[in-house]
Nanobody
Framework: QVRLAESGGSSVQAGDSLRLSCEAS????????VGWFRQAPGKEREFVAG????????YYSGAVKGRFTISRDNTKNTAYLQMDSLKPEDTAIYYC????????????????WGQGTQVTVSS
């Protein structure tokens, strides 16, 4: 069955870096767009970053642009989110998503979701 397994979440200090991984199985990863969303306590889920099936184009929210980098390795069926210069406001559960089309910030249009990984950034 389809599975997206996030890993790499941790508790870090402001200014630190983390890399999240999302290992996919149960579908043809190389033909799907992937993305990352996050949800902080008491807040709505928000788009973080996304990339198309080939990785040739990537998109970011304004809150993370210039600090986060999304990438993918289709030979390993894995997507990554490199997070640099972390801020306390980046604290959230981060979810990996995938879909045959690229749906950007429209969370309801992404077909596949992982269970999430917690990122906590303290000041």
């Amino acid at each position: 069955q389809v599975r997206l397994a996030e890993s790499g979440g941790s508790s870090v200090q402001a200014g630190d870096s983390l890399r999240l991984s999302c290992e996919a199985s149960g579908f043809t990863f190389s033909s799907h767009s992937v993305g990352w969303f996050r949800q902080a306590p008491g807040k709505e889920r928000e788009f973080v970053a996304g990339t198309v099936y080939s990785g040739a184009s990537s998109y970011y929210s304004g809150a993370v642009k210039g600090r986060f980098t999304i990438s993918r390795d289709n030979t390993k069926n894995t997507a990554y989110l490199q997070m640099d210069s972390l801020k306390p406001e980046d604290t959230a559960i981060y979810y990996c998503v995938a879909d045959q089309k690229y749906s950007g910030a429209f969370d309801r249009d992404w077909d596949y979701w992982g269970q999430g990984t917690q990122v906590t950034v303290s000041s």
